[in-house]
């Protein structure tokens, strides 16, 4: 109940409740990409390529001749899988690892601080680039290297949330009486360090969709014929000053999507005054 009167509060504001549509309207895309799209994403047509947008193709098409906006509408299947996949999987790796370390400390704390901290230091992108080296390009590929590079956010966001409950008078009183350690994790702790974690992972959906994009436009992820945005922004490139349509549009998704991710997130935090949390933590 506590939540549900959270989310009513955040969409009773304009900022939280304009994101949110908007936000919805991407997930439908996505989840209806198949009924809604005016035309399939992958028929080309070279006598129709980098036609502007018009009453029949509403965004334009591209370089082959296919329907930019069912490319979107497809593309926003792709970004978001991508995002919340990957994201996905490293809150639940990072929650684990951040979990054990800050509760039982000692050398095994010592050695997941050393590896994230080693992380931590470089920038994600690169991260991603050096893992794709390794297993490849693709979808999936993509996936697993952005869920690795995301991985040492989370992990050290979980440990110093635990770290601060388990020294709590109620975690104290509940191993006092006898409760396992992982009784004490998964019943008090984790559920208790959750809340910043789960928004800190909406914010970064967002951080993943960007970093999908750039990968999509070096052609590391999502091969052709699946639309992405990012690979439609670099096909664009070619014809920018031909048919710039190819290359804004995407964009436009990229941007917005993001700005209402962090926009809505923005409203979360300040519902749930998280940074007044953290800093007292």
Known sequence: MRHAGTLVKVLRTTQGGVSAAFLIAVILCAVLASWIAPYAYDIQ???AANQEP???????TDEFGRDLLSRIIYGARTSLTVGVVSIGISVLVGTSLGAAAGYFGGT?????????DLTWSFPEILIALIFIAIIGPGLHSTAIAISIAYLAQFTRLTRSQIMALKTETYVEATINLGATHGHVLFRH????????ILVAA????????????????????????TPSWGAMMSS??????????????????IAL?????????????????????LRDS
């Open 108 to 116: 095994f704390d010592r050695a997941v601080t050393a590896v994230v």
């Open 189 to 196: 702790l984790i559920p208790n360090a959750l809340t910043p």
């Open 257 to 277: 999507t993001v700005i209402a991710i962090n926009l809505f997130g923005d409203e979360v935090i300040e519902a749930l005054d998280i940074r007044a949390r």
């Open 202 to 225: 909406m914010l970064a959906t967002g951080d993943a969709i960007i970093l999908e994009a750039t990968l999509g436009f070096f052609g590391l992820g999502a091969q052709p014929p």
């Open 54 to 60: 018009s009453w029949i193709h509403w965004l334009g």
């Open 236 to 253: 664009g490139t070619a014809t920018i000053f031909i048919a710039p349509w190819i290359i804004i549009f995407p964009g436009l998704a």
């Open 45 to 47: 047509n070279l006598s």
